[in-house]
Structures are given as C-alpha cells and as structure tokens.
C-alpha cells in the first residue's frame, strides 16, 4: 500500500532461475531496473534486492537501474545470494534491522564511441550482413564473458572469413557498440544514423551471452530465405546446434535496426553457468575455455558467411 515503505529500507528477495536460455534474466532483471522507483512511490527510504544472478558465493551482481523524473532517487543496491539467505532466515524470525552505506554517485556524462569495420564484398557491397558485440562491461571485473568473449567471437568470425580463398559477395560488417551497460547508447545512435539505410542490412546478429556453446539456432522462416535458412541449420548440425522454433532472433544491441526492419538471426549461446559470474568480479579471462569460444566463433562465422553468399532477402514479403 501506498506510504507502508515510508522510512524503511525495501528488499525484493526474488531468486533467479538457472535456465539454458537466459530467459530467468528476463524474469528477475526488473528488480533491479524498476526496483528503486516502486520502492521510492511506497515512500522507502532505500532498497535492497537479491543479486540477479544464479551463483551461490558471496560476490553481488551490478548492473542498470532506472530512476523516474518527479520520482526520489532513492539508494539502492545489491546483496550477494548468500547473504541474501541469510536474510531472509533473520526475516522468518522477525523485524530486521540494517545500516546501509554505499559509495556510488552520478558522474559527468563523457563521450564514447562504437567501432565499426567493414569487410566489403565483392558483388554486392552496398547489402550488408552484421556482426554485433559491446565493448563496455562493469568494471568489478575485466568484461570478459560480458562482453569480451562477444567482441572476440565477432572479430575472429570476420578474420576467418576474410582468409576464406572465396571472397564474399555482400559486405560484413562487425559492430562493436559503446555504452551498451548503461542503456544500449551506442544501439540507439547507430540507428538514428542507419535506420533509413534498413533495406540494405540483409541479416543481423549478435554475440552477447558470454562464450557458448551455442546451441541453438533461431530465424523468422519466410518462402524467399528457406534455402539460405536450411543451409545454415545444416552447417550448424555438426556443432551440435538444433534449429529452435521459427520466430524473430533477440538481441539488446541489434534491435534499433531490427524495429527498422533489419532481420535478426539468433545464434543461442549456452547460459546455464553465463549468470554464475555476469557483472561480477568474477568475470575474469580465466573464465574463457578455448574449446567452447571456438566452437561458438565456427557457428557465427559459418552463418555470417552463408548469410553473405545467399541469394534473395531474408525479409518477410511485405515487410518494412
């Protein structure tokens, strides 16, 4: 009820659930992102939430929170899981009291910049395929699952098929985006810059879920891409990769120019373990194994380079 916070210190104690597809992210990440504002309409003075993530060690996830204009901006912060139990133990047994200390503040806004590179095609260099990463990550530790590995993946996916001796017929193009952590900035400007040119992006796709495996492959079926779209799934079968159900890839990145009209390709990285370290310190290069970082890099790689021989659109008849 409206004011039953005022003076006391909120806690959402919502566990997040380990899945394959990272879709319990999407379930608990809202505690976090709106968390503060609720708590501060009911009148609390601070919150507290459970660490978004599936570990069971005491390092809190970070990550983005949005505050409303006209609403207080109130402190708020994480707890590790474990810490998070033992909460909610003392809280079985009756009122908790705590003193919350926290050393952040807003900082000066600066200017940062994606990198973008272009390995141009031979026929049709004026079509497009992409390949997407982000190049912040939060400094608890080095970013190297979030988004190291992605900025990896996509840059050696792009070296393997520059060294092909068939060069490509359409232009590929590796995007690594900028402020993606704090709002998907770069996303946003590269499609205030690009959205008009949608109709030359062939296909999209994007390496945003630490190192793999993948192990699933998901694009919008459509009578002028099934060939292309059945190749793909046939390359991608040696690697272990099943063709998920028909439907749009997602991606956080990619989707200025997919609401323009860009078709997204989900390459599904494996995030059974991703949520373990994700905005942790532990997010830290020994965490990379080899094996399954080229095995995720031999997926992409084989569908960029499909993706830029096809003949045809991959676009829906009719779309934008």
Do not use: C
Not at 35 to 60: E, N, Q
Not at 79 to 96: C, K, M
Not at 216 to 229: C, V
């Amino acid at each position: 009820p409206a004011g039953s916070l005022t003076g006391k210190i909120a806690y959402i104690a919502l566990p997040m659930a380990r899945t394959q597809d990272g879709s319990g992210y999407g379930e608990a990440v809202a505690m976090r992102i709106a968390g503060p504002a609720a708590a501060a309409k009911k009148g609390a003075a601070a919150i507290i939430i459970r660490s978004v993530g599936t570990d069971a060690h005491r390092t809190p996830h970070t990550g983005m929170t949005r505050y409303e204009d006209g609403v207080a901006k109130i402190p708020a912060g994480a707890i590790s899981t474990v810490d998070a139990g033992q909460l909610d133990r003392l809280l079985e047994r009756g009122p908790v009291k705590m003193k919350l200390v926290l050393d952040v503040g807003p900082l000066d806004p600066i200017t940062t910049y994606s990198v973008v590179g272009d390995l141009k095609g031979t026929e049709k260099p004026d079509e497009i395929v992409v390949m997407g990463a982000h190049l912040d990550s939060w400094d608890l530790g080095t970013g190297a699952i979030d988004d190291g590995a992605g900025v990896a993946i996509a840059l050696a996916s792009a070296k393997l098929i520059k060294g092909l001796p068939e060069k490509p017929k359409r232009t590929l193009r590796v995007v690594l985006f900028a402020a993606e952590e704090e709002g998907t900035y770069g996303a946003a400007a590269y499609g205030k810059a690009h959205a008009a040119e949608a109709a030359h992006y062939i296909l999209g796709t994007e390496a945003d879920l630490g190192i793999g495996p993948v192990w699933q492959f998901k694009l919008k079926s459509n009578a002028n891409a099934e060939g292309a779209i059945a190749a793909m799934a046939a390359a991608l079968k040696p690697l272990r990769v099943i063709q998920g159900a028909d439907g749009e890839g997602e991606s956080s990145d990619l989707g200025p120019m997919a609401e323009a009209g860009m078709p997204v390709a989900e390459l599904s990285l494996d995030a059974t373990t991703y949520f373990d370290i994700h905005h942790t310190a532990d997010d830290t290069l020994d965490r990379i194994d080899r094996p399954t970082i080229d095995q995720s890099t031999a997926a992409y790689a084989s569908v960029l380079w499909l993706a830029m021989q096809a003949s045809g659109t991959f676009r829906a008849p009719g779309s934008k």
